[in-house]
Each structure stands twice: as C-alpha cells, then as structure tokens.
C-alpha cells in the first residue's frame, strides 16, 4: 500500500474544512503558544487564545475518527511574575466543546538550558494534552512497555504472603495490587512523564519537536497505514515521523516555508513486494513516491 504524506500551505481553520469527517486517527501538535512565536505567526494574545483556538479545535473534532485520540502540545506562559490561565481555560471550552479530557502527559526536557529567575526556578516539563471524542478509543499500550528496571530483581526474589494476593492500600484509598503478578516479565507499563531531551539541531524552525515525542504518540495510538494529523506542522516533524513508521499524514502550516522544508525533508520509502526467490528471482521491487 502506498504511504501518503499531504501538506497544505494556509490557515488551519480554514484548509481543516476541506478534510473529511471521521477520517484522522491521530491528531498530534504544538500550536503557537500565547505572545510567542510573533516573528513567525503573530502571537495571539492570552486574552484572546482561547477564542482564537476553538473554531480550530471544532473542526479537530470533525475530522477525528471516533476511536482517535488529539495530543495537544501547549504550556502556560509566565506574564508579570504570573501564570497564565489561558490553558485551563481552553480545556474547559474543548470540553464543553464536546472533547473527552482523558489524559495529562508531561514532557520533561532532560536537557533544558540553566537559568536563574527572581521567584521561579527553570521550566523543565510541557503539557501533552489528551483528548478523545468516545470514551472507547484506539490505544496499543504493548507498543510502548518499558524495561522493568533494576528494582524487580531484588523487590520480586523473595515475596511474602501478602505479595502473593492482591493487597489493598492500608489508607482506604481503594487502591490494591499484587506483587506476584509481575514475576518472570522482562517488560511494564511506563508512566506518563516522557523524559526526552529537546531538539537542539538546527532545523531552520523556533519550536522543532523532537523526533521521539511524535514518535511515542503514534506507536500508542496508530497503526501502519492509519493517518496522522499535524495541524500546526512547522518543520514537519511529525509528518516525516508518520512517513518512516508507515502512517499516512497530513500537514497544515500557514508559513509557506516551513511547507516547502517539510516537503524536500520527506523522502520516499521503499516498499517491497516479496515472492518467493525460487520462481521470481530476478524480479526488482517497485518504488512508489510517498510525497504528493
């Protein structure tokens, strides 16, 4: 099957109509956060973020199949030694919206840039936002298990009783396990906290993702051949990601630069169709273009 990889250069709430309902099942993207970025997409005021986003996220909501998931990369900025709230806010309008706030995922920046501020310390995590249309989604939790880790071999060699059955948590908070259950795995679940350093290449872009974090996402909630959405593309990171991992995407940026660097950075991949070498051996395989 051919790999697709769609980029459109414009507005996202406008080139978002053309796209069909029900048709993405993975939405994953960082838009412009408030008052940055300004050089490249005009800064949005935090008074007006939330308005300006949710004609955006209502079409987000169309085209998302209902067992698709929308990971939503945003982070309050500081103002006048404050927070921000327009984060908050804009997850109580998505809801009212119509989207499931199902999950809260944490970027943690392994090598974030020191740095010394009169009333806070370095910002080292982003918010990864999840949304869902259904309550019953896609996930392929499988596809990101994590090594045990060095604790299972010394916690699981000699287990209790208690160990042995489900123990209930002594505070009431209704909270129970069973040790035993993790024996003879070599693999858990993670967390939600991805630790990922930041993209420090230059990619001729402000915000580049790193190529992990999309990466992780797809592995989660797609399969070969499902489509991917970026929004917001930028560099076009998660289209190229998408591409490698066989998932058809499409990218969305109003910067008509950024559009032609993600077209020249995607590269065709080569599909293979294996017959027997017996009766077809000196058959050469097809290559198909993956970029339109």
Known sequence: ?????????????????QIPSDSVDLIVTSPPYADQRKNTYGGIHTDQYVKWFLPISEQLLRVLK?????????????????RSTYVMELILEMRKQGWLWTEEFIWHKKNCY?????????????RLLQFNKN??????????????????????????????????????SGFGKNISNWLNRDKAYPTNVLHLATECNNKNHSATFPEELPEWFL??????????????????????????????????????EYCEMAKEKLKPIELYL?????????AKPKRRSTVR
Do not use: C
């Not at 945003?74 to 404050?82: D, L, P, S, T, Y």
């Not at 020191?114 to 982003?126: H, I, L, M, T, V």
């Not at 989604?137 to 090594?147: A, G, I």
């Open 135 to 172: 309550r019953k989604f896609n996930m392929y939790q499988e596809e990101v298990m994590v090594p045990m880790g060095e604790w299972a071999t010394s916690r699981l060699k000699k287990l209790s009783e208690t160990d042995k059955t489900r123990d209930n948590s002594k505070v009431g």
């Open 274 to 282: 294996f017959e027997p070498k017996a009766k077809y051996e000196k």
């Open 219 to 256: 592995k989660l909630f797609t399969h070969e051949y499902d489509t991917v959405l970026d929004p917001f593309m930028g560099s076009g990171t998660s289209l190229i990601v998408a591409n490698r991992m066989k998932r058809h995407s499409i990218g969305i940026d109003n910067v008509h």
């Open 1 to 17: 099957m051919e790999v697709t990889s769609n980029i459109y250069h414009g507005d996202s709430k406008e080139v978002l109509k």
């Open 114 to 126: 020191p740095g010394k501020w009169p009333n806070r310390f370095r910002d080292a995590w982003e």
């Open 66 to 82: 209902p067992s698709g998931t929308f990971i939503l990369n945003i982070k309050e900025k500081v103002a006048n030694g404050e």
